[in-house]
């Protein structure tokens, strides 16, 4: 690998946003994810190359440290900073059509539910890993999720429960998208969510940690 996508690379793994960011402590000081993407632009590194040599392989990384519990959600926090940070840069070659995304992703917390931390987890770590993720908020409706499948063809599902309480909403919000979505893949997630209760309401997956997820979208929509 080119050195400079190394150290942006290593930038994202350990959450060192740009040359003001205070963590992590050992590299204060340093240029950060911001100045190195935009110095590996300037040399002509296509913004392709940047995204997924770089920015997608050192948010892959911190995405494996978690799952192997190495790594905590503060560490995925400030990661998915870095990650914005030199996103900042990619995204106008999103709008030129230079770099394309590997797909849409509508992601919600389930109605009556309010609690959103593990949800934008979620949504960070797609973003890292070169999604566009429609992000409905919490407290969503069943015609909130269907209004954003009608608006954004083609697109993925991702729901979020921390409460047992909303479960029951959940199965009834996959019940009615399947109904007239039918092809449509919903993921289904949260502390007291399970395989069996996903294979139960018909979703399509369960995955305790956002790494799960990004490694499975990767299998059944290789870019």
């Excluded at 407290?139 to 921390?162: D, R, Y």
Aim: aromatic fraction near 6%.
């Amino acid at each position: 690998m080119n050195e400079l996508l190394e150290k942006i690379t290593l930038c994202i793994e350990r959450g060192k946003a740009d040359l003001n960011s205070p963590f992590p402590a050992d590299m204060q000081g340093q240029v950060g994810a911001a100045e190195l993407t935009q110095r590996a632009l300037q040399q002509g590194i296509s913004p392709n190359r940047v995204l997924g040599e770089a920015l997608i392989t050192g948010m892959h990384r911190v995405g494996e440290k978690f799952s192997r519990g190495e790594a905590f959600v503060p560490d995925l926090l400030i990661a998915a900073k870095a990650m914005n940070a030199a996103m900042a840069h990619i995204k106008p070659f999103f709008e030129t059509g230079e770099v394309r995304r590997k797909g849409t992703f509508v992601i919600g917390t389930v109605a009556g539910d309010l609690h959103d931390i593990g949800k934008n987890i979620v949504r960070m770590v797609l973003e890292g890993n070169g999604w566009e993720v429609i992000d409905l908020g919490i407290n969503v409706s069943g015609e909130k999720f269907l209004n954003a499948i009608e608006q954004h063809p083609g697109c993925m599902v991702g729901m979020s429960s921390l409460l047992t309480t909303t479960m029951a909403g959940m199965e009834k919000t996959v019940a009615e998208i399947k109904a007239k979505h039918p092809g449509i893949r919903i993921f289904i997630g949260g502390a007291p969510v399970t395989k069996k209760f996903s294979d139960k309401i018909g979703a399509d997956g369960y995955f305790p940690d956002p790494q799960g997820l990004v490694e499975h979208l990767e299998r059944i929509h290789p870019r």
